[in-house]
């Protein structure tokens, strides 16, 4: 069965800084990865996805994530953060044959300003 | 397009008592998926169905069930709701049963068992 990691439960930076969220997956075949944001009382909001080819991706909202396999990690990255960026995001991997996703217990993101 | 809506958005039941949630896909998508998402065991899958029929299941005791019509709205079932049912719960659509089609989710629905 699959499973995901994320290390850090809360995170907090600059506004400005650099971000990197760290996710690591375990899963037998080829993976679909994801990363999900949530802002307190909303729904999630898909920010971008890994199915194959380029291992980095880019998403919305001027996030990209790495697929490393070696590493199993599938890390969140966006060089300058805002504060409108303060959330909680979930990694998840999924199987591609149905809708059934296991996620990550989630890392909350504080941006100072 | 409208999104996903799920009703209600707030619900307060007691211990024992049953509860029914609803979720109305986005236009076109005929798969519904449910989750619950807590502070201790964050978010869990608990079923996806389409075209009407379960698909796949998470590990949740039978006391949770669901069910699609024919529309592609789906409705959750809790009976004798227990004190750690209190969650979020959260309803996702998409186009079809695959995870390369990308999910969208509802608000959740806020439900507190005393």
């Known amino acids: 069965a699959q499973s995901v990691t994320q290390p850090d439960i809360h995170i907090t930076v600059s506004e400005g800084a650099s971000l990197e969220l760290r996710c690591n997956y375990s899963?037998?075949?080829?993976?679909?990865l994801f990363w999900y944001v949530q802002s307190p009382g909303q729904g999630l909001q898909l920010l971008l996805k890994?199915?194959?080819?380029?291992?980095l991706v880019q998403g919305i909202k001027g996030f990209e994530a790495e697929f490393k396999r070696s590493q199993s990690s599938f890390n969140l990255r966006k060089p300058s953060v805002h504060w409108s960026d303060a959330a909680e995001y979930f990694c998840?991997?999924?199987?591609?044959?149905?809708?059934?996703?296991?996620f990550g217990a989630g890392t909350r993101l504080t941006v100072k300003p | 397009k409208a999104g996903v809506t799920q009703t209600p958005r707030y619900l307060i039941k007691t211990r024992g008592q049953q509860v029914t949630l609803s979720c109305s896909p986005i236009?076109?998508?005929?798969?519904v998926s449910w989750y619950q998402q807590t502070p201790g065991q964050g978010l869990q899958f608990l079923f996806e169905?389409?075209?009407?029929?379960?698909?796949n299941k998470g590990n949740f005791p039978g006391r949770f069930s669901g069910r699609q019509f024919s529309n592609s709205r789906s409705e959750m079932n809790v009976s004798t709701l227990e004190l750690g049912d209190s969650a979020l719960y959260l309803c996702?659509?998409?186009?079809?049963?695959?995870?390369?089609?990308?999910?969208?989710f509802g608000p959740g629905t806020r439900l507190t068992v005393l």
């Open positions: 996702a659509s998409s186009l079809a049963l695959s995870n390369i089609n990308e999910q969208f």
């Open positions: 899963y037998g075949a080829t993976p679909y």
């Open positions: 890994y199915f194959s080819g380029d291992t």
């Open positions: 998840a991997v999924g199987a591609g044959n149905n809708n059934d996703m296991r």
């Open positions: 236009s076109g998508h005929r798969s």
């Open positions: 169905y389409f075209s009407e029929t379960q698909r």
